[in-house]
Protein backbone atom coordinates (compact mmCIF):
# COMPACT_ATOMS: atom_id res chain seq x y z
CA UNK A 1 0.00 0.00 0.00
CA UNK A 2 3.04 2.27 0.86
CA UNK A 3 4.28 1.05 -2.62
CA UNK A 4 1.26 2.76 -4.32
CA UNK A 5 0.77 5.46 -1.99
CA UNK A 6 4.81 6.90 -3.38
CA UNK A 7 4.65 5.36 -6.59
CA UNK A 8 1.51 7.61 -7.36
CA UNK A 9 2.83 10.85 -5.16
CA UNK A 10 6.24 10.72 -7.15
CA UNK A 11 4.29 10.41 -11.01
CA UNK A 12 1.96 13.21 -9.41
CA UNK A 13 4.63 15.43 -8.45
CA UNK A 14 6.78 15.01 -12.01
CA UNK A 15 3.61 15.84 -13.51
CA UNK A 16 2.48 18.77 -11.84
CA UNK A 17 6.04 21.01 -10.94
CA UNK A 18 6.29 22.01 -14.05
CA UNK A 19 2.70 23.93 -14.40
CA UNK A 20 4.69 25.38 -11.45
CA UNK A 21 7.64 26.50 -13.51
CA UNK A 22 5.86 27.54 -17.37
CA UNK A 23 4.97 31.16 -17.86
CA UNK A 24 1.72 31.28 -18.90
CA UNK A 25 1.81 34.75 -20.79
CA UNK A 26 4.48 33.47 -23.25
CA UNK A 27 2.01 31.12 -25.10
CA UNK A 28 -0.96 32.22 -27.29
CA UNK A 29 -2.37 30.42 -30.21
CA UNK A 30 -0.40 32.30 -32.66
CA UNK A 31 2.79 31.24 -31.31
CA UNK A 32 1.72 27.77 -30.89
CA UNK A 33 0.54 26.83 -34.51
CA UNK A 34 2.72 25.97 -37.48
CA UNK A 35 5.46 27.68 -38.87
CA UNK A 36 5.00 27.60 -42.30
CA UNK A 37 7.89 30.97 -42.89
CA UNK A 38 5.69 33.80 -41.83
CA UNK A 39 1.96 32.90 -43.81
CA UNK A 40 -0.90 31.35 -42.13
CA UNK A 41 -0.53 27.71 -41.84
CA UNK A 42 -1.48 25.96 -45.48
CA UNK A 43 -3.42 22.61 -44.29
CA UNK A 44 -2.48 19.96 -42.54
CA UNK A 45 1.16 19.05 -41.73
CA UNK A 46 0.67 15.43 -42.46
CA UNK A 47 2.35 13.18 -44.84
CA UNK A 48 1.13 10.24 -46.42
CA UNK A 49 1.31 7.06 -43.94
CA UNK A 50 2.84 4.22 -45.34
CA UNK A 51 0.86 0.67 -44.31
CA UNK A 52 3.39 -1.26 -43.58
CA UNK A 53 3.84 0.31 -39.90
CA UNK A 54 0.71 -0.75 -39.13
CA UNK A 55 1.48 -3.94 -40.31
CA UNK A 56 4.26 -4.10 -38.05
CA UNK A 57 2.05 -3.29 -35.32
CA UNK A 58 -0.14 -5.80 -36.28
CA UNK A 59 2.30 -8.43 -36.20
CA UNK A 60 3.39 -7.23 -32.89
CA UNK A 61 0.17 -7.88 -31.77
CA UNK A 62 0.66 -11.78 -32.91
CA UNK A 63 3.82 -12.79 -31.88
CA UNK A 64 2.99 -11.14 -28.20
CA UNK A 65 0.11 -13.18 -27.92
CA UNK A 66 2.66 -15.93 -28.43
CA UNK A 67 4.55 -15.06 -25.99
CA UNK A 68 1.49 -14.89 -23.58
CA UNK A 69 1.01 -18.56 -24.76
CA UNK A 70 4.26 -19.23 -23.72
CA UNK A 71 4.15 -17.80 -20.19
CA UNK A 72 2.17 -20.72 -18.10
CA UNK A 73 4.12 -23.36 -20.32
CA UNK A 74 7.29 -22.05 -18.77
CA UNK A 75 6.27 -21.75 -15.50
CA UNK A 76 4.49 -25.32 -15.02
CA UNK A 77 7.13 -27.52 -17.39
CA UNK A 78 8.16 -30.20 -14.69
CA UNK A 79 4.50 -30.80 -14.41
CA UNK A 80 3.51 -31.58 -17.86
CA UNK A 81 6.18 -34.20 -18.60
CA UNK A 82 6.59 -34.67 -22.28
CA UNK A 83 3.76 -34.36 -23.88
CA UNK A 84 3.02 -30.58 -22.95
CA UNK A 85 6.37 -29.92 -23.77
CA UNK A 86 5.97 -31.23 -27.67
CA UNK A 87 2.33 -29.52 -27.81
CA UNK A 88 3.97 -26.69 -26.80
CA UNK A 89 6.48 -27.42 -30.21
CA UNK A 90 4.03 -27.96 -32.45
CA UNK A 91 2.18 -24.40 -31.49
CA UNK A 92 5.80 -23.14 -32.59
CA UNK A 93 5.53 -25.04 -35.56
CA UNK A 94 3.14 -23.52 -36.65
CA UNK A 95 3.67 -20.03 -35.78
CA UNK A 96 7.20 -20.21 -37.28
CA UNK A 97 5.50 -21.58 -40.60
CA UNK A 98 4.00 -17.88 -40.35
CA UNK A 99 7.31 -16.06 -39.44
CA UNK A 100 8.90 -17.99 -42.27
CA UNK A 101 5.86 -16.29 -44.98
CA UNK A 102 6.53 -12.97 -42.88
CA UNK A 103 9.98 -13.14 -43.86
CA UNK A 104 9.62 -14.26 -47.55
CA UNK A 105 7.21 -11.22 -48.16
CA UNK B 1 -12.91 0.28 -1.92
CA UNK B 2 -10.66 -0.40 -4.41
CA UNK B 3 -13.71 -2.64 -6.34
CA UNK B 4 -15.52 1.03 -6.73
CA UNK B 5 -12.96 3.26 -7.51
CA UNK B 6 -12.07 0.94 -10.22
CA UNK B 7 -15.14 0.64 -11.99
CA UNK B 8 -16.46 3.70 -11.62
CA UNK B 9 -13.62 4.92 -13.14
CA UNK B 10 -13.99 2.63 -16.09
CA UNK B 11 -17.80 3.66 -16.20
CA UNK B 12 -16.59 7.12 -16.68
CA UNK B 13 -14.26 6.38 -19.08
CA UNK B 14 -16.01 4.30 -21.08
CA UNK B 15 -18.60 7.38 -21.42
CA UNK B 16 -15.63 9.70 -21.92
CA UNK B 17 -14.54 7.30 -24.94
CA UNK B 18 -17.52 7.87 -27.19
CA UNK B 19 -18.38 11.96 -26.03
CA UNK B 20 -14.48 12.95 -26.07
CA UNK B 21 -14.05 15.69 -28.90
CA UNK B 22 -10.77 15.07 -29.80
CA UNK B 23 -10.12 11.37 -30.98
CA UNK B 24 -6.34 11.60 -28.97
CA UNK B 25 -8.94 11.87 -25.58
CA UNK B 26 -10.91 9.41 -26.86
CA UNK B 27 -7.87 6.74 -27.23
CA UNK B 28 -6.73 7.79 -24.09
CA UNK B 29 -9.93 7.64 -22.24
CA UNK B 30 -9.79 3.82 -23.64
CA UNK B 31 -6.80 3.18 -22.28
CA UNK B 32 -7.86 4.10 -18.75
CA UNK B 33 -10.85 1.69 -19.41
CA UNK B 34 -8.26 -0.94 -19.83
CA UNK B 35 -6.67 -0.14 -16.61
CA UNK B 36 -9.72 -0.16 -14.57
CA UNK B 37 -11.06 -3.47 -16.05
CA UNK B 38 -7.26 -4.94 -14.99
CA UNK B 39 -7.74 -3.11 -11.67
CA UNK B 40 -11.02 -5.15 -11.71
CA UNK B 41 -9.54 -8.74 -12.33
CA UNK B 42 -6.78 -8.03 -9.98
CA UNK B 43 -9.30 -8.09 -7.32
CA UNK B 44 -11.05 -10.99 -8.65
CA UNK B 45 -7.79 -13.18 -8.32
CA UNK B 46 -7.15 -13.17 -11.93
CA UNK B 47 -3.48 -11.55 -11.35
CA UNK B 48 -2.15 -13.33 -14.48
CA UNK B 49 -4.68 -12.06 -16.89
CA UNK B 50 -4.71 -8.29 -14.73
CA UNK B 51 -1.50 -8.28 -16.57
CA UNK B 52 -1.54 -9.73 -19.71
CA UNK B 53 -4.46 -6.96 -20.17
CA UNK B 54 -1.99 -4.70 -19.44
CA UNK B 55 0.52 -6.39 -22.00
CA UNK B 56 -1.66 -7.12 -24.67
CA UNK B 57 -4.47 -5.06 -24.76
CA UNK B 58 -3.22 -1.77 -23.54
CA UNK B 59 0.11 -2.35 -24.91
CA UNK B 60 -0.99 -3.45 -28.27
CA UNK B 61 -4.74 -2.85 -29.02
CA UNK B 62 -4.70 0.80 -28.02
CA UNK B 63 -1.55 1.54 -29.67
CA UNK B 64 -3.00 0.23 -33.23
CA UNK B 65 -6.48 2.27 -32.46
CA UNK B 66 -3.79 5.39 -31.75
CA UNK B 67 -2.19 4.45 -35.05
CA UNK B 68 -5.55 4.86 -36.39
CA UNK B 69 -5.76 8.52 -34.84
CA UNK B 70 -2.42 9.26 -35.91
CA UNK B 71 -2.61 7.94 -40.03
CA UNK B 72 -6.22 9.63 -40.58
CA UNK B 73 -7.28 13.43 -40.66
CA UNK B 74 -10.14 13.24 -38.01
CA UNK B 75 -11.04 16.24 -37.53
CA UNK B 76 -12.63 17.05 -33.83
CA UNK B 77 -16.14 16.24 -34.28
CA UNK B 78 -18.14 19.14 -35.48
CA UNK B 79 -21.24 17.13 -35.07
CA UNK B 80 -22.20 17.32 -31.54
CA UNK B 81 -25.26 19.11 -31.97
CA UNK B 82 -26.97 16.71 -33.73
CA UNK B 83 -26.72 13.79 -31.24
CA UNK B 84 -30.59 13.47 -30.47
CA UNK B 85 -30.74 11.92 -34.09
CA UNK B 86 -29.45 8.71 -32.98
CA UNK B 87 -31.11 8.62 -29.38
CA UNK B 88 -34.50 6.13 -30.91
CA UNK B 89 -32.47 3.90 -32.32
CA UNK B 90 -29.46 3.85 -29.85
CA UNK B 91 -32.25 4.17 -26.88
CA UNK B 92 -33.55 0.60 -27.94
CA UNK B 93 -30.57 -1.17 -27.97
CA UNK B 94 -29.17 0.70 -25.03
CA UNK B 95 -32.77 -0.52 -23.19
CA UNK B 96 -31.67 -4.23 -24.55
CA UNK B 97 -28.07 -4.10 -23.30
CA UNK B 98 -29.89 -3.64 -19.64
CA UNK B 99 -32.64 -6.15 -19.84
CA UNK B 100 -29.62 -8.31 -20.10
CA UNK B 101 -27.62 -7.06 -17.49
CA UNK B 102 -30.81 -7.92 -15.09
CA UNK B 103 -30.52 -11.51 -16.04
CA UNK B 104 -26.98 -11.66 -14.21
CA UNK B 105 -27.70 -9.29 -11.30
CA UNK B 106 -29.28 -11.75 -9.06
CA UNK B 107 -29.78 -10.04 -6.07
CA UNK B 108 -27.69 -13.41 -4.29
CA UNK B 109 -24.66 -13.42 -5.36
CA UNK B 110 -24.42 -9.82 -6.89
CA UNK B 111 -26.48 -7.51 -5.01
CA UNK B 112 -27.95 -4.71 -6.91
CA UNK B 113 -30.07 -2.85 -4.19
CA UNK B 114 -28.74 -2.76 -0.90
CA UNK B 115 -31.52 -4.78 1.04
CA UNK B 116 -29.71 -7.40 2.80
CA UNK B 117 -26.73 -5.33 4.49
CA UNK B 118 -27.21 -6.90 7.59
CA UNK B 119 -26.98 -10.62 6.68
CA UNK B 120 -23.15 -11.70 6.07
CA UNK B 121 -22.26 -13.85 2.99
CA UNK B 122 -21.36 -17.72 3.66
CA UNK B 123 -17.53 -17.50 3.31
CA UNK B 124 -15.95 -20.82 2.30
CA UNK B 125 -12.36 -22.08 2.46
CA UNK B 126 -10.83 -23.76 0.39
CA UNK B 127 -8.42 -25.96 2.15
CA UNK B 128 -6.83 -27.37 -0.44
CA UNK B 129 -5.48 -23.54 -1.36
CA UNK B 130 -3.67 -23.91 2.82
CA UNK B 131 -1.76 -26.43 2.15
CA UNK B 132 -0.12 -25.56 -1.58
CA UNK B 133 -1.33 -22.36 -3.10
CA UNK B 134 -1.31 -22.53 -6.71
CA UNK B 135 -0.29 -19.61 -9.02
CA UNK B 136 -2.69 -18.42 -11.71
CA UNK B 137 0.37 -19.19 -14.44
CA UNK B 138 1.01 -22.66 -12.74
CA UNK B 139 -2.89 -23.55 -13.22
CA UNK B 140 -3.32 -22.56 -16.55
CA UNK B 141 -0.07 -23.98 -17.15
CA UNK B 142 -1.02 -27.75 -16.04
CA UNK B 143 -4.10 -27.72 -18.01
CA UNK B 144 -3.64 -26.04 -21.45
CA UNK B 145 -1.16 -28.13 -22.51
CA UNK B 146 -2.29 -31.37 -21.41
CA UNK B 147 -5.77 -31.80 -21.39
CA UNK B 148 -7.07 -29.18 -23.49
CA UNK B 149 -4.15 -29.14 -25.70
CA UNK B 150 -6.59 -29.40 -28.95
CA UNK B 151 -7.90 -25.90 -28.02
CA UNK B 152 -4.59 -24.78 -27.71
CA UNK B 153 -3.65 -25.82 -31.19
CA UNK B 154 -6.87 -24.56 -32.39
CA UNK B 155 -5.38 -21.27 -31.10
CA UNK B 156 -2.46 -20.99 -32.48
CA UNK B 157 -3.90 -21.75 -36.12
CA UNK B 158 -6.25 -19.21 -35.46
CA UNK B 159 -3.18 -16.91 -35.04
CA UNK B 160 -1.83 -17.83 -38.02
CA UNK B 161 -4.16 -16.96 -39.71
CA UNK B 162 -4.39 -13.37 -38.44
CA UNK B 163 -0.70 -13.20 -39.39
CA UNK B 164 -1.00 -14.43 -43.18
CA UNK B 165 -4.07 -12.35 -43.47
CA UNK B 166 -2.71 -9.10 -42.09
CA UNK B 167 0.32 -9.58 -44.97
CA UNK B 168 -1.99 -10.68 -47.44
CA UNK B 169 -3.70 -7.45 -47.05
CA UNK B 170 -1.12 -4.91 -46.63
CA UNK B 171 1.52 -6.65 -49.32
CA UNK B 172 -1.16 -6.29 -51.88
CA UNK B 173 0.34 -2.89 -52.86
CA UNK B 174 3.61 -3.76 -52.98
CA UNK B 175 3.67 -6.40 -54.81
CA UNK B 176 3.84 -4.19 -58.04
CA UNK B 177 7.24 -3.14 -57.58
CA UNK B 178 9.19 -3.93 -60.56
CA UNK B 179 11.90 -6.17 -59.19
CA UNK B 180 15.26 -6.98 -61.23
CA UNK B 181 15.95 -10.60 -61.55
CA UNK B 182 19.12 -11.03 -61.83
CA UNK B 183 20.13 -13.88 -63.56
CA UNK B 184 17.44 -12.61 -66.08
CA UNK B 185 19.15 -9.20 -66.81
CA UNK B 186 22.93 -11.01 -67.37
CA UNK B 187 20.87 -13.40 -69.59
CA UNK B 188 19.85 -10.66 -72.21
CA UNK B 189 21.67 -10.79 -75.56
CA UNK B 190 22.63 -6.80 -75.68
CA UNK B 191 22.85 -7.13 -79.80
CA UNK B 192 18.96 -7.69 -79.92
CA UNK B 193 17.53 -5.27 -77.56
CA UNK B 194 16.33 -2.43 -79.21
CA UNK B 195 14.81 -3.10 -82.46
CA UNK B 196 14.19 -0.67 -84.86
CA UNK B 197 11.27 -1.12 -86.75
CA UNK B 198 10.41 0.02 -90.34
CA UNK B 199 8.50 2.56 -90.26
CA UNK B 200 10.36 5.61 -88.84
CA UNK B 201 9.51 5.27 -85.22
CA UNK B 202 11.84 3.87 -83.34
CA UNK B 203 10.41 1.90 -80.48
CA UNK B 204 12.81 0.47 -77.83
CA UNK B 205 11.73 -3.10 -77.13
CA UNK B 206 13.10 -5.78 -74.88
CA UNK B 207 13.12 -8.77 -76.26
CA UNK B 208 13.11 -11.09 -73.69
CA UNK B 209 10.42 -9.27 -71.00
Not at chain 2, 40 to 63: C, E, Q, R, S, W
Not at chain 2, 108 to 121: F, G, M, N, Q, V
Not at chain 2, 163 to 187: C, E, L, P, Y
Amino acid sequence: CIYLVISLLVSLILLGVPFLFASNSSTYPEKLSAYECGFDPFGDARSRFDIRFYLVSILFIIFDLEVTFFFPWAVSLNKIDLFGFWSMMAFLLILTIGFLYEWKR
Amino acid sequence: MILSVSSSLALVSGLMVVRAKNPVHSVLFFILVFCDTSGLLLLLGLDFFAMIFLVVYIGAIAVLFLFVVMMFNIQIAEIHEEVLRYLPVSGIIGLIFWWEMFFILDNETIPLLPTHRKTTSLRYTVYAGKVRSWTNLETLGNLLYTYYFVWFLVSSLILLVAMIGAIVQTMHSTTKVQRQDVFRRNAIDFRRTIMRRTTDQISDSHALD
